[in-house]
């Protein structure tokens, strides 16, 4: 029995270009005889990406589709879409045609000969801003040198296999940056190199401010070393408190107490942003553990499509 291959798709706001976009994907998947579904996530569109879902829906009997009730975000997206996704191996992908749909067939090939996840990595980011290349360089830097996760060009656009999409499913949390998951669970890895091409039309969600959020919340979930650096900071502190207490009182008793105002002002702008930063990374772990003992649904869907009984390539 052939192989089932899903194709999940999270959208946002893609309506200027979504129909083209789809029937391309469609078009390369068709050629290679093979029986697939596409899942479809439209994550609170606000512009008339739904009503076009459901036109193709009409027309490509592959498609299931599910609406979240509002703008979760990409990562919740696809949480809800590796949820539906039934096949043997589970593709990933953009819709903006960032991700090329001609990669597909190489994805299937090296999946076929015994990859458990394939993985595209960007070896060129198309033309992203320069802010977005320089902050994700060091995003990726910060993180190697926290978490140990080499993802340097690491991309959403992979294909799991169905055992690894059901250890993914174990994972429960609700900060999810499915990049570092997807590396976290291990298996057997492929990678291939791609370029990443322009935006088939619209334009990207991600602002600095987005991509900073984005950041804090992977730095958080993969690595408690921030936390450590802020006990060291307390530690070294304590070392030159002691090297200045020494110093006071030995200037005290040789009868110079009265100067060093400048070093106290200097000394108390120091701890005191010292002690504010420490406070704030607290603060996003607290804040982090908050939001997963709150245990809410990670996503709600408000309107899908039937299930198809059977689903013919
Ligand atoms: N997307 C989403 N929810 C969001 C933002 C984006 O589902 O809140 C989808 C979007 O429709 C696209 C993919 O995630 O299919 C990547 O988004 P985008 O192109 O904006 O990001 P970039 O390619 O710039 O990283
Ligand atoms: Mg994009």
Redesign the pocket.
Known sequence: MKKLISIV??????AEHLKDSIILIVNQVNNLGIPFELIF?D?GSKDASWNIIMELHTIIPQIRAYRLSR?F??EQ?LCAGLEKAEGDGVIIM???L?HPPKLIKDMIEAWKCGAEIVECIKVSRGDEPYINKIGSRLFYAMLKLFSGYSLNGASDYKLMDRKVVNEWKKMDERNVFFRGMAAWLGFRVEKIPFSVDK?AGGK???SVKNLVKLGIKAIVSFSTIPLRIVSVLGVSFLLAAILMIIQTLYMKFSGNAVTGFTTVIVLLLIIGSVLMISLGVIGEYIAAIYNEVKHRPRFIISEGTEKKSEIKS
């Open positions: 798709i999270p959208i946002y706001n893609e996530i994550d703008n975000g990409k997206a953009d819709a903006d960032q935006r990207s969600t991600w």
